[in-house]
């Protein structure tokens, strides 16, 4: 089954998280083909919009922490997991199409900084954000140290990176961390009656708000993919996290 799903019909590119069994953690298959998929978008002459989803009951449940407590992550794998995970950041805040992100229950971890990254975050009523990287003696990743800070302010972003605090999504469109929050059932429904709105707009209305948001963001945004790339492999590679992570989620 392909980690990542996807499709483009009407304008629309829609990708798809696609290992529910997982509640779509992030392993090397996951963020490989969500970089490839949004590659695929950015360069089709017929996709405007971008839609950003997963699969089943949970948006993205974070990295596959059994992966890396198996083992199966070396040093050069882990290098370009990181990497990945700053390219797919990139591709959604510094591409030249608009992008949706639909997300429903568990948005944690490396996942959390998706529906941050995209234009537009539609949140389910059952959506909780939660970072515990912290606690695992991991790192943030995609932004997320600036990101949290710029939506929610100092306080909130100390709570929620340091200390793990938890945002349904009533308290992420309070704390302007969301766009919406919509019915379960109706999720899909209003991303797509989202992307229709964008798709209505002149094409030159949406290149010029999308290239004025990237020219806002870029140098902060770099300097923060930066720091936090070197940061998650150096945590990456301490033995504290190391054997804290093979005690939890080792095969």
Aim: net charge negative.
């Amino acid at each position: 089954m392909d980690a990542v799903l996807y499709g483009e019909a009407g304008g629309i590119a829609r990708i798809t998280l696609n290992r529910p069994d997982r509640l779509n953690a992030i392993n090397t298959a996951l963020i490989g083909g969500l970089r490839a998929a949004l590659s695929r978008a950015i360069a089709s002459p017929a996709a405007e919009v971008i839609i950003l989803q997963g699969a089943g009951r949970a948006f993205c449940a974070g990295d596959d922490l059994e992966e890396f407590g198996a083992g199966l992550v070396d040093a050069a794998g882990a290098e370009a997991f990181i990497a990945d995970l700053q390219t797919v950041t990139r591709q959604i805040m510094l591409g030249p199409k608009p992008v949706v992100c639909a997300a429903q229950g568990w948005i944690v971890g490396g996942g959390s900084a998706w529906p941050l990254n995209a234009d537009f975050a539609l949140l389910a009523e059952d959506a909780t954000l939660f970072c515990p990287e912290a606690a695992h003696g991991l790192f943030p990743t995609g932004g997320m140290t600036m990101l949290v800070e710029a939506g929610a302010g100092p306080a909130l972003a100390r709570r929620v990176l340091w200390m793990g605090e938890r945002l349904g999504a009533a308290q992420m469109l309070a704390a302007g961390l969301a766009s919406a929050v919509v019915p379960r059932d109706r999720l899909e429904a209003e991303a797509e009656a989202l992307a229709a709105r964008l798709l209505a707009l002149p094409a030159g209305s949406r290149r010029r708000l999308k290239a004025a948001r990237a020219a806002d963001v870029r140098d902060r945004l770099e300097c923060a993919l930066a720091f936090e790339a070197a940061a998650c492999l150096e945590a990456v590679f301490d033995a504290e996290t190391q054997a804290r992570v093979a005690a939890n989620w080792g095969g």
